[in-house]
């Protein structure tokens, strides 16, 4: 067992997104992957069925979605909602947690979008932008 040191609590207790052992850091790596954020960012707009995030993120593979769906509903992010009918109907939506981080991730977007580079650019500008 973790003795406390002199100055916090036991190791075990502390959260550090950069040590091996911290639990959020698995869910940051799966939230900073490319489909999770974008999955994230599309229930940010509200509820989606399986078919509409495919379509909504484009490029995505089945396979893909469905990875990143299993890891943000095992992370807290996501809640997948079972009709229970036939066909089958699933919905899927953000936790409040999921809500929070999609936030975070929508400013990050639109900090990129906005920098797109104009026809003559040739990389992102993040200096001409009004923030």
């Known amino acids: 067992m973790d003795t406390p040191a002199a100055d916090g609590p036991p ?3 502390v959260s550090d997104v950069f ?3 911290c639990t959020s850091r698995e869910a940051f790596e799966g939230v900073t992957s490319r489909w999770s954020s974008l999955v994230l960012l599309a229930l940010a707009e509200g509820p989606h069925r399986f078919g509409e995030l495919r379509r909504r993120v484009e490029g995505v593979s089945e396979r893909m979605l469905a990875q990143s769906l299993r890891g943000l ?3 807290g992010l996501l809640l ?3 009709a229970g009918t036939i066909p089958p109907r699933v919905d899927y939506s953000l936790t409040p947690l999921g809500d929070r ?4 991730l929508r400013v ?3 900090t990129l979008e ?3 580079p104009s026809i003559d650019g040739s990389r ?3 200096d001409s932008r009004p923030r």
């Open 101 to 104: 981080v999609a936030t975070s």
């Open 11 to 13: 190791q075990q207790l």
């Open 73 to 75: 509903e095992r992370d």
């Open 19 to 21: 040590a091996r052992a």
């Open 108 to 110: 990050l977007a639109d």
């Open 114 to 116: 906005a920098a797109v």
């Open 124 to 126: 992102l500008d993040f």
């Open 80 to 82: 997948r909602a079972d």
